[in-house]
């Protein structure tokens, strides 16, 4: 098992364009996360899934943002009409239920919107 | 609102050195919290999870304490290498409302003179 795995690694669009990312988690993992990190800041929590249930959205999290896992296992999270201010790195992390829930983060994807 | 706060914000140091990187968070019910590294542009790396009704977890050179009265947990580097010149940040899982997503810091930017 190699970890949690996220690509593409880096994406560049230009705004109002659509994109998704993709990651895969730790396989046994039943939860799995999504994050966003801009610099110099800590990661905010967007979104998470148990299985592929998706049981909690946070306020940042705009209609814009749609993330999916749809057998449990990879999740996509997508990003309609791209914006400059969703440039960011976007990170996955993915946990054990029952807890006590340690989250192993992946390596991000770098989103540069022009 | 639950806040994550890490000081200092930056910490430069020489090798060898113990050293000291403190996060305070505003409510005292937790159900864990963890300490990680991110080196620039990458993913996060856990160095150590502390649940709630643990006091401290130790891992190599590491040691973490957790004091949920206080709000407060340290991490303490034992014997310092340029090899630990990252960024340390500490994240709390807040238990109870749904509250699944980690609160973070903004992370101590450490670096170990040689």
Known sequence: DTGVSQNPRHKITKRG?????????????????????????????????????????????????????????FSTLEIQRTEQGDSAMYLCASSLDPGPYEQYFGPGTRLTVT | KQEVTQIPAALS?????????????????????????????????????????????????????LDKSSGRSTLYIAASQPGDSATYLCAVHYSGGGADGLTFGKGTHLIIQP
């Open chain 2, 13 to 65: 140091v020489p090798e060898g050195e113990n050293l000291v990187l403190n996060c305070s968070f505003t409510d005292s019910a937790i159900y864990n919290l963890q300490w990680f590294r991110q080196d620039p542009g990458k993913g996060l790396t856990s160095l150590l999870l502390i649940q709630s009704s643990q006091r401290e977890q130790t891992s190599g050179r590491l040691n973490a304490s």
């Open chain 1, 17 to 73: 364009q659509n994109v998704t990312f993709r990651c895969d988690p730790i396989s046994e993992h039943n939860r799995l996360y999504w994050y966003r990190q801009t610099l110099g800041q800590g990661p905010e929590f967007l979104t998470y899934f148990q299985n592929e249930a998706q049981l909690e959205k946070s306020r940042l999290l705009s209609d814009r943002f749609s993330a999916e896992r749809p057998k449990g296992s």
